[in-house]
């Protein structure tokens, strides 16, 4: 039996696309001013240009980066008009399931934030230090806002794990986008499945596709 990579081991075997997916799932979450990088994000990422095979069975399904926005706010918009129709009856109860589906829950920040960074390849306390080292104390910070730190989600963490069993299972050393979607398309629920069927477009159908991309590429 194999061993599974842990920590850093997993993240350095994220193809150049795939680590910029996540770079740009975690722009996403911060330009829609978001608390989390979430499964949402993911799939807003995976619809961008160059995004690999995942990129490429999307396009074909017709999910562009504005469809997939479109999408996302759609969701978004049933579920404040659920939750505030749950609130009016004084059950709340679509609120809840809403947020339960967003994964919300204390969690550790710290723990996620780590992870998130190590995602995207950069090791942030080592940069500043060397900098400071060179160039004095909050060297990087001169002249620059700091960008705003956004934790993973479950669903998020999830996926990317999710993405290192479908590349074992493949013999894949790689974990490249297709895994990444491959990943988020083994969920049951979340935003992103809402957003893909709310795209009229089947989970079953698209995860085929992959597969026979794979088969093909093979």
Known sequence: MGVT???????????????QTVRTAVGAAQRLNDDRVGDEHI???????NSGVAGAVLSRSGVSP??????????????????????????GRDGDLASAEHGAGPGDPED????????????????????EQTFGP????????????????PEAKKILELALKEA???????IGTEHLLLGL?????????????????????LREEVRQELRQAS
């Not at 910070?141 to 993973?152: A, K, L, N, Q, T």
């Not at 074992?168 to 790689?174: D, E, V």
Request: a positive charge; one cysteine or more.
């Open 5 to 19: 990579p842990k920590g850093n081991d997993v993240f350095e075997r994220f193809t150049d696309k795939a680590r």
């Open 43 to 49: 799939l807003l990422a995976l619809a961008a240009p």
């Open 185 to 205: 398309l083994d969920q049951d629920r979340g935003t992103a499945i809402a957003m893909l069927r709310a795209m009229e477009l089947s989970p079953a159908t």
């Open 66 to 91: 504005e469809a997939a926005e479109l999408a996302l706010a759609a969701v978004r918009r049933g579920r404040r008009s659920r939750g505030q129709a749950g609130e009016a009856q004084g059950t």
């Open 138 to 153: 909050g060297a990087l910070d001169i002249g620059r806002e700091r960008p705003r730190r956004v934790p993973f989600s």
């Open 168 to 174: 074992l299972c493949q013999h894949s050393r790689a």
């Open 112 to 131: 996620a934030e780590a992870e998130a960074l190590k995602a995207i390849g950069i090791d942030l306390a080592e940069v500043r230090r060397r900098a």
